[in-house]
């Protein structure tokens, strides 16, 4: 049914619906998402955890200094993130501007990493501050390039300012453009919306418009994905879950560095938007530095001792 | 592992060491004790250590103790200086907190997180906040140069024993008052570690005295004659038997009794911090709270709503052993005490209200009780008037603000309440008709030394924290109040 | 010229605006220090106490919901309506007291002072016993003094305007109803600081004043559920001050008795304080 029969696709009917959603207490979601930060995971847990979380790593490079030569080497370790011991998972996919689509797509392949997909950062990543037509032609031009999915930035001048209809009605464009092509991620750049009220509504508004997965952040703004708003977007695709049967993917990005970081990711998925999510194909986190420490924390619990950077590729 | 579970993630007891038997702690020192009882971790019935039965004698010990470190000591102190001991004692809580929240996870049940996490760094700042009122009594309300009462006799619960010491000793020590104290008969090692830290603290000898024991220990010290000040927090049915056995007396009673809080969730509350403030409302410290969220009024319209959030919630509670680190509702302190949640959920069944509980393991051993809600309770229930004090919360429905407030008022009890909406101006109308000593919007069971705490009607006498609980340890020099 | 033969006054009780006379229909008889007859009061009996508060706690909360401005102008008109009524009331006072008219002129100046005193207290209450408290958390948390509910009070025999004035004025003044028992031996400046309260707007039910026996209504005052707190300043005996207190602590009655000065603490020691706790956060 066009719109999970929630609304009928007007202007009235969608500023009705965000209307309905319960407003969120800040203190209270702070509060849910610092105890849940106390979850003690160790030994098996944490072995399983941290193959989970690679498997959920969004390998990201987005900077205006990125080469062919970058992004080619990020694909080798996204492939096989540790080539000391091939038990490592391959990550969830690789991130990168438009431009390194291709390059990354043809790298992953002969790499054997066929089953990785490339993300591509499309409609003026990161502020979103572009005409319509040039964010339709950046989207067609990543998938052209063999981008699997795109991460877009919705308009959030548009959304603050309450404009809700055109930022539903720009996603549901680039929706239409990926069509089957191309799964959908919607960054809502929630440390720009700044209540969680907005964020509730932004996930909302992003799920109804047709999006695969709402996203935190670009990571070029902070605070980026900090667990509270974490916490809000799963309840939002927990809840969207009891109304549609569809559930929706969430992707921190931003600020998430440690294995401690990433498990407490894993804990607030559990326990929020319950363990069904706790897959790649419905969470992913956005990260580079990340992957590091994880393979690092990994080599502890196989060899029982701290290891060194110096034991771990760079890129 | 195929699914991402919590692998168990033990606190080490190794950082406790309890003895095999202890006697009181009067005039400085541990006595070697008469007659011992057995107290026990709730969670396995393992026995941890044997525990004094407090005699009149030994009280009357204690109080002799209390009254001379009063009269040559204590009373003669500068502020400053009994302020200086406050603080000392402060910090030696915080440097041995994790010893303090293991053994009181042991002693009582509850989730290592909470007695971490809550009890044992609040009765820290306890001890910090009424340490800066010691030379600043002028300012208490009273007028200039307010007296102690003298020797303060003090019983204590077993529900949060030492965050209740501290309720007690701090205010009681700051206003220049010497204790004795007796702890609940379930949960008497924080308070004996505790006067290990009094040692430490050099704090001079009878000005903090702790006789263990049962019912007839604190009868014995409520109706010592040395005593000027009692403060109790407990049963409002031991309330009152103090507050008759003391009538003909003058002597001044702090009461901080029972409950049955209404938590309002009105049909514009952010529903999803309210079903969190529901879950710690009922089910922190197992329901285990004089001011627990126990009846849950909802608005008719949402429910529905609610409940069905509040159930998948229940599921994700972690109910197990108090020492992991995981865990959130331990174990029920007592046989006795399971013995009575048991009964009055019994009494819920038999009067046709509906049982639900998630499902969940409990241990073979131990005093356990699952995270319950009744549905379809009215008034006249007896899960809906008397106090559980365990995991079991009543739920009712209402349909406009007036109802609500009637129903929540419809108690003999007025300790606290809570209420949920986001509109500012009904949270204020509430909450100036909800006859509550505490009323807790979009939050509960939050507690601070800064902020006075107590109860309405049969949930007791005076407050505890903040300036309005420091009076109660003082009497005016110049007021002609007295209180009866 | 002959003297006019004075008309004189029924004193009767008090009771939601209203004067019955006492449903038991008992009097006794008041006579002065020569033993001329004065007057015959109404006994009041444990059922006009009852009748008095079910009025008093149903004006309770609409008295408590008036502003504060508003309870201290009305408690103010009352001292106007004293002001009016010196004679009469020094008349009483020194007949039953076998004080000088002057001497009790004084007493009366006094009282009505007095009453100006507390009408002044009704809008500065928060100031003195309320707080914001600096709690640990992103929480505004403030603590403000709240009226109790309904409140016994039993005068004391001897100052027996002052006294009752004392019983009364901090009581209501915070939104609190009152059923007073009057002095048994010189009752009758209650029964018309009655009508001075009758005609000035107090609501009805807020101020109920019983003439009577404290050794026999002493007790049901102690015992009764619906009195949340209970002033026995105008009780002696100790026995019986213990009697009270036995039977107050069945619904754990706030009960004092007071000496010395007036004070804010005698109105505070009958009001609650709430404490409220609200998130701070967008």
Sequence with gaps: MKFYGLIDGSEKSLIHFLGTLSGVDQTGADSRAATLATRSIKTTSKRFAIDLVISMVDLTTLEGADTPEKVRALCAKAVRPDPSDLTVPSVGAICVYNDMVSIARAQLDLLGGNHIPVAAVATAFPSGRASMAVKMQDTEDAISAGAGEIDMVIDRGAFLSGRYMEVFEEIRTIREICGERAHLKVILETGELVTYDNVRRASFLAMLAGADFIKTSTGKVAPAATASVVLVMLEAVRDFYQMTERRIGVKPAGGIRTTKDAIKQLVLVKETAGPEWLTPSLFRIGASSLLNDLLMQRMKMRTGYYTSPNYVTID | MRTFEYAPALESRSIVTIGSEYGHFINGSFTKGRNHFPTLDPSTEEILSQIALGSVDEVDAAVDSARVAYESIWSKMSGRDRGKYLYRIARIMQERAREFAVLESLDNGKPIRESRDVDVPLAAAHFFYHAGWADKLDYAGLGDSPHPHGVAGQIIPWNFPLLMLSWKIAPALAAGNTVVLKPAETTSLTALLFAQVCQQAELPAGVVNIVTGNGQTGAALVNHPGIDKIAFTGSTEVGKAIARAIAPTSIKATLELGGKAANIVFDDAPIDECVEGIVNGIFFNQGHVCCAGSRLLLQENIADEVLAKLKVRMAKIRVGNPLDKNTDLGAINSQEQLNKIHELSNAGDAEGAERWSPECELPGRGYWFRPTIFTGVTQAHRIAQEEIFGPVLSVFTFRTPDEAIEKANNTPYGLSAGIWSEKGSKILWASQKLKAGVIWANTFNKFDPASPFGGYKESGWGREGGRHGLMAYLRGSEVGVENE | ?282
């Design chain 3, 1 to 282: 010229m002959s003297e006019r033969l004075e008309v004189r006054k029924t004193y009767k009780l008090y009771i939601n605006g209203a004067f019955p006379r006492s449903e038991s229909g008992r009097t006794y008889e008041l006579r002065s220090e020569d033993g001329s007859f004065i007057a015959n009061p109404c006994l009041a009996s444990r059922k006009d106490l009852r009748d008095a508060v079910t009025a008093a706690r149903a004006a309770q909360s609409g008295w408590a919901n008036a502003t504060a401005y508003n309870r201290g102008q009305i408690l103010y008109r009352i001292a106007e309506m004293m002001d009016g009524r010196i004679d009469q009331f020094a008349r009483e006072i020194s007949l039953l007291d076998g004080i000088s008219r002057k001497e009790a002129e004084m007493e009366v100046r006094a009282a009505t002072d007095r009453w100006v005193w507390y009408a002044g207290w009704s809008d500065k209450l928060g100031a003195i016993a309320g707080a914001t408290n600096p709690v640990s958390g992103p929480f505004y948390n403030f603590t403000i003094p709240e009226p109790l509910g309904v409140v016994g009070a039993i005068a004391p025999e001897r100052k027996s305007l002052l006294g009752l004035i004392d019983a009364i004025a901090p009581v209501i003044l915070s939104g609190n109803t009152v059923v007073a028992l009057a002095s048994t031996r010189a009752p009758l400046p209650a029964i018309t600081l009655a009508e001075v309260i009758a005609t000035s707007d107090l609501p009805k039910g807020v101020c109920n004043i019983l003439t009577g026996k404290r050794g026999e209504l002493a007790p049901w005052f102690a015992s009764h559920m619906d009195i949340d707190g209970l002033d026995i300043t105008g009780v002696e005996e100790p026995s019986l001050i213990a009697e009270i207190k036995v039977s107050g602590a069945q619904n754990l009655k706030r009960i004092h008795s007071f000496e010395g000065h007036p004070s804010p603490q005698r109105i505070l020691a009958f009001m609650e304080s709430k404490t409220i706790w609200h998130p701070i956060g967008v």
